[in-house]
C-alpha cells in the first residue's frame, strides 16, 4: 500500500483524509502532544487496521477524540462533575478522561474489553479541522510502530508505518512532545494513570485532591493502571542509560563506557554536551523543550551507530513527571552505573 503524506495546506487534504476515515481506513495525523494514528471509533474493522499497523497487543485500549463538547454524552452515560470541571479547564488540550462508556456505542475493541473509555479533545487545529468535518469520533494511538518512540512528526509516522496505511496529513511538528495525561474519574479521588502535558498542580487546582501513583505504588498490584503502560515503550534501537543533569558524572560516564569500547550519543540539555560524546542530541534549555525534543532526540539515535545513549533526568516537578515516566521506560529503568 502506497502512503500519501498530504500537507494539511494543500487543497482537498481536509476532504481526502475525511473520506478515508469515513471508508473504515486509517490516517496519521498531528494533535498538540504526538501523531496520532487515527480510525473511526465506532467502526471494528477500521479500529482493527490500527492494531494491525502498529503491531499493538490488542488488550491496550485506545484514546478516542472529539471535536465537539456536545459528542461527550453520544459516549458517556453520566458524566461526573470532576470531569466536567477538567473539560472546561483543559479542553481542548492534553489530558484524557476515563469515563464509564455507554454501552454499544463505541466500538469493543477500543475498549479493549473495558467498560471505560478515554475521551479527549486535542488542541491543535489540523486535528479539530479534521474532526469537526468528519463529525465522528476517531480513535487514536500514537502514530509509531509499537515499542518505539511517539512520532512528533510526519515523517517519522512515515518512517515506521510507510506502506501500511494509506495516508498521512502533515500538520508539521508537533508542540508538547509528550502524550496526553490519562486521567481516570471514575473514582472519588481521580488517580493520574499517565503523566503528561497537563499536571498533577494543574488539575489539583480545578478538582483538588489527585492521586499520582509513586514508582513503586504504580507497580503495586492494588493500583489502577493504564494497561498500556505495563509495555516497553519509547524505545530506539541501542540501549538507554540514565544518569543526573551532572557535568562531572556525564564526563566520566562517557570515559568509561568509550573504555569498553562503546560509541556514546548523549542526549541533555544544551548545557550539558560534551565535546567527548561521539554524538550529542539536545533536549534544549528548559523543560518544556525537554518535552519537544524528547522523542525525536531518541529517534535521532536509531541514525547513528551508537552503541549506547546516555541520557541526563531531570527532577519530577510540573512536566517532568512526564519526561521521567518515559525516560524510564525508554531505559527499563537503567541507571549509569
Ligand atoms: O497524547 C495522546 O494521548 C496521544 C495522541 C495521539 O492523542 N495518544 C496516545 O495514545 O498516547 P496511546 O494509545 O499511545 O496511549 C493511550 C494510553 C495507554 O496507556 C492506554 O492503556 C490508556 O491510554 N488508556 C486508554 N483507554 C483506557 C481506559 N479505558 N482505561 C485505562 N487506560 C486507558
Ligand atoms: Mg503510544
Redesign the pocket.
Known sequence: MKTIVKQATEPHAYEEAAALLAAGEVVGFP?E????LGAVATNEEAVAKIFAAKG?PSD????V?IGTMEEVECYIEEVPEKARLCMEAFWPG?L?L?MKAKEHVIAENV??G?Q???L?M?DNEVALTLLRKLRQPVA????NRSGKP?PTEAKHVYEDLQQRIPMILDGGATGIGV??T?L?VTTDVPTI??P?GVTKEMLAAIIGDVFQPTKLQAEAKET??????KYTHYAPNAPVLLIEPDAQKIIIAIEKLQADGKKVALLAMTSLRQQTANYFFSFGETKDEMAAHLYDALRACDATDADVILAATTDEDGVGAAIMNRLEKAAGNAYFK
Open positions: 494533535t502532544t504526538v501523531y496520532g499493538r491496550n485500549p485506545l484514546i477524540h492534553p484524557t476515563i475498549m479493549a473495558l471505560t473509555v478515554g479527549r486535542p487514536a494511538p500514537s502514530a511517539s502524550e496526553s490519562v481516570d494513570l499517565r503528561g489502577p493502571k493504564a494497561p498500556g503502560m
